[in-house]
Every structure is written in structure tokens, then in C-alpha cells.
């Protein structure tokens, strides 16, 4: 069994910063590529940035320049630094980890359950 959990959402001010956590743990033999999402309230899922295990990143072009995801190996946990924070950015921020399990379980992809993100004044 795989577990993934974010932490570190919370209420923060319009230009604040934010650092998101995501911990994989579980049954596993490797965690493959590691990726954040997220959706705001009426409005579809949509990546936020994706790492390699190598530590190679990846964002969508209107996510460049405010994000920065990077990773720990050894701890199998994944952070996004957010900032100049906007209203546009609250949301419910998701962590997804491409993972192979333990035992020949085979290898897929295991979500959390989000964490939440409030950029107010």
C-alpha cells in the first residue's frame, strides 16, 4: 500500500510566500517522476510543475517564474516554494507520485488528498 500526503497549505497574504510538502511512503521499491496540481473552485485540474527522480523539473509556461519545485530522494517527499502569491492562485493544491510498489505490485500513479491554499488580503 502507498500512501501520499501533502502538508503546509494554509491562509496567506496577497505577495506572500508558501512551501508546500508531499511524502510518499508506503510498500515502495521507487518513486519515478513526482508532479503538483491544482483546482481552484469551478475550474478543471491543471499542473503546476512535475521532477524527475534524476531531479529534472518541468512547469507549463503560465506556472514559470513564481513556483519552484524541487525534491528529496532519500525521504521520498517532494516541496513547492510559491511566491509573490495572488487571488488566482487559491486553490486546492494536489501531489502525485509515479510510484513502482514493493512485492511486483506493479508501478502507477498514487494521489493525495490535497491541501488547501487561501491567498487573501
Known amino acids: 500500500q502507498v500512501r501520499v500526503v501533502e502538508s503546509g497549505g494554509g491562509l496567506v497574504q496577497i505577495g506572500g510566500s508558501l512551501r508546500l510538502s508531499c511524502s510518499a511512503s508506503g510498500s515502495i521499491f521507487n518513486v519515478n517522476d513526482m508532479a503538483w496540481y491544482r483546482q481552484a473552485p469551478g475550474k478543471q485540474r491543471e499542473l503546476v510543475a512535475t521532477i524527475t527522480s534524476g531531479g529534472t523539473t518541468n512547469y507549463p509556461d503560465n506556472m514559470k517564474g513564481r513556483f519552484t519545485i524541487s525534491r528529496d530522494n532519500v525521504a521520498n517527499t517532494i516541496y513547492l516554494e510559491m511566491d509573490s502569491l495572488k487571488p488566482e492562485d487559491t486553490a486546492v493544491y494536489y501531489c502525485?507520485?509515479?510510484?513502482?510498489?514493493?512485492?511486483?505490485?506493479?508501478?502507477?500513479?498514487?494521489w493525495g488528498q490535497g491541501t488547501q491554499v487561501t491567498v487573501s488580503s
Open positions: 502525485a507520485a509515479d510510484v513502482t510498489a514493493g512485492y511486483g505490485s506493479g508501478r502507477a500513479w498514487y
